[in-house]
């Protein structure tokens, strides 16, 4: 009987990731031997994640996969990065936006999270180029809440981009923007692989007020080809206690207000409410 049901897939896979990124490669036996599961499994995770292109499977395990300028992995493969990270960075995101506003919320999967706790931010309108972002807010309806897809070109994460987006953002007053990226750094400031989503992502910034954000710790020196807006350009950067010393200067040194989650804190929290719905479960079985 295969072993792979002790641990969830999803977690398991960022298990993975996190292990073949800190070391540049990893074998399939030291992968099974650290997540308690069989090495058949552990084949199975490596083709589903070499598939979406986070990692390179190669006889006997598995290396890093590496990234260019112009990479941009599908909505999936990236969701699957950083989970905890991510559900910190937007749970604290979630406390800047303010009831009777009107935001931005940019493409990406931390900005995916953090739709997921405005579902209770009353009297709120929000513009959104992110096929997926709509869908949440979607799923949660509530009257007094007002969605606005932009149209545009899809991008492999689900961005709607392009000359029909930027001219429906141009026309826009919002109160703030929230701004996932590909990667940020000291010379290049923030950054995404495509150009379109670039441009996008500054008539965003050219119509709001503010500019927040989300962007994890292994952002950090990652740099795309084209630039959105220099680290100084952001209100406020909500990224997680895993960013570098150089980073947080950097920031510093620009004048940009930084604030750190706590992403062991988010994940434990999470893990605590998983144990106590299964416990819920098995009482009322």
Do not use: C
Not at 123 to 134: E, K, M
Not at 171 to 182: K, T
Request: charged letters at 25%; zero cysteines.
């Amino acid at each position: 009987m295969d072993t792979g049901s002790r641990t969830a897939s999803p977690q398991r896979h960022e298990v993975i990731v996190a292990e073949v990124r800190r070391r540049g490669s990893v074998r399939v036996s030291e992968l099974a031997a650290l997540l308690g599961v069989s090495e058949m499994t552990v084949r199975r995770d490596l083709s589903m994640l070499d598939g979406d292109g986070v990692l390179l499977k190669v006889h006997g395990g598995a290396v890093a996969a590496e990234e260019r300028s112009t990479d941009e992995p599908g909505f999936e493969a990236k969701s699957l990065r950083n989970m905890a990270e991510k559900h910190s960075i937007a749970m604290i995101a979630a406390l800047r936006a303010r009831h009777g506003s009107a935001i931005g919320v940019t493409a990406g999967t931390t900005t995916w999270q953090f739709a997921y706790h405005l579902v209770d931010i009353a009297d709120l309108t929000v513009v959104t180029n992110s096929v997926r972002v709509a869908d949440v807010l979607y799923q949660h309806r509530r009257p007094d809440r007002t969605v606005v897809l932009t149209g545009g070109v899809r991008t492999p994460s689900d961005a709607l981009v392009g000359p029909v987006a930027v001219q429906a953002l141009r026309l826009l007053h919002l109160d703030a923007v929230f701004m996932g990226v590909h990667g940020m750094s000291a010379h290049a400031g923030f950054t995404t692989p495509n150009l379109m989503e670039a441009e996008t992502n500054r008539a965003f910034i050219a119509s709001a007020q503010r500019l927040i954000v989300l962007a994890d710790h292994t952002k950090w020196n990652v740099t795309g080809l084209s630039s959105i807006a220099a680290l100084g350009d952001a209100d406020e950067i909500v990224s997680d206690d895993g960013l570098p010393d150089d980073a947080r200067r950097a920031v510093a040194e620009q004048h940009g207000r930084l604030t750190l989650a706590d992403a062991a804190f988010t994940e434990a929290l999470f893990s605590e409410d998983s144990s106590m719905n299964e416990s819920s479960r098995q009482r009322g079985a």
